[in-house]
Antibody, heavy 120, light 107 residues
Framework: QITLKESGLTLVKPTQTLTLTCSFS??????????VGWIRQPPGKALEWLALIFWDDDERYSPSLKSRLTITKDTSKNQVVLTMTNVNPVDTGKYYC????????????WGQGTLVTVSS | EIVMTQSPATLSVSPGERVTLSCRASQSISSDLAWYQQKPGQSPRFLIY???TRATGIPARFSGSGSGTEFTLTISSLQSEDFAVYYCQQYNHWPYSFGQGTNLEIK
């Protein structure tokens, strides 16, 4: 059974760096085709892709946020970390990590999400 | 960047009715389209991939169709648990993008 869970500070001040960790079980990030992605959702708004890391260390970022995002993986710990620099209030929202299956860049299993608030 | 447009934004229907939600891509994405369902306070639930293949455990009343730029999600007979927001997502071309969602509400 695949499960994912997000963790990290939930209140961040403007200009600070946000670090979120996705801890998962039920799959290996060394399996061919597999990936873990991050998606966010501002309150009352739609889903937005942020970043995706593949089993082979390939990384993809949202073009509009690329300069502020870094995604890394620790296969031995079954964790993926997302870092977002220079946050501002518009970055407030629910942040989800999710499993990308080998057959396509969609997300079949999602974490419960963590609500991040950017406020001074 | 491919823009996904869903219509309508909100749909009011009665339980038992048949409903069709639309999703349009700004350029061809072949059949690389997924659908998700999201209820208030919950994470998205994966419904359909490849435009028409139901994910494991998804009831047969959910069906998807389309290819290229036009796609639909049909729920044949709405159950109370189906009232939610539905999102489409293309995974043909990076950056993979979501639509803005259709809110399916009880009439």
């Amino acid at each position: 059974q695949i499960t994912l869970k997000e963790s990290g500070l939930t209140l961040v001040k403007p200009t600070q760096t946000l670090t979120l960790t996705c801890s998962f079980s039920g799959f290996s990030l060394s399996s061919s085709g597999v990936g873990v992605g991050w998606i966010r959702q501002p309150p009352g708004k739609a889903l937005e892709w942020l970043a995706l890391i593949f089993w082979d260390d390939d990384e993809r970022y949202s073009p509009s946020l690329k300069s502020r995002l870094t995604i890394t993986k620790d296969t031995s710990k079954n964790q993926v970390v997302l870092t977002m620099t220079n946050v501002n209030p518009v970055d407030t929202g629910k942040y989800y990590c999710a499993h990308r299956p080998s057959y396509g860049s969609l997300f079949d299993y999602w974490g419960q999400g963590t609500l991040v608030t950017v406020s001074s | 960047e491919i823009v996904m447009t869903q219509s309508p934004a909100t749909l009011s229907v009665s339980p038992g009715e048949r409903v069709t939600l639309s999703c349009r891509a700004s350029q061809s994405i072949s059949s690389d389209l997924a659908w998700y369902q999201q209820k208030p306070g919950q994470s998205p639930r994966f419904l359909i991939y490849g435009a028409s293949t139901r994910a494991t455990g998804i009831p047969a009343r959910f069906s998807g169709s389309g290819s290229g730029t036009e796609f639909t999600l049909t729920i044949s007979s709405l159950q109370s648990e189906d009232f939610a927001v539905y999102y489409c997502q293309q995974y043909n071309h990076w950056p993979y993008s979501f639509g803005q969602g259709t809110n399916l509400e009880i009439k």
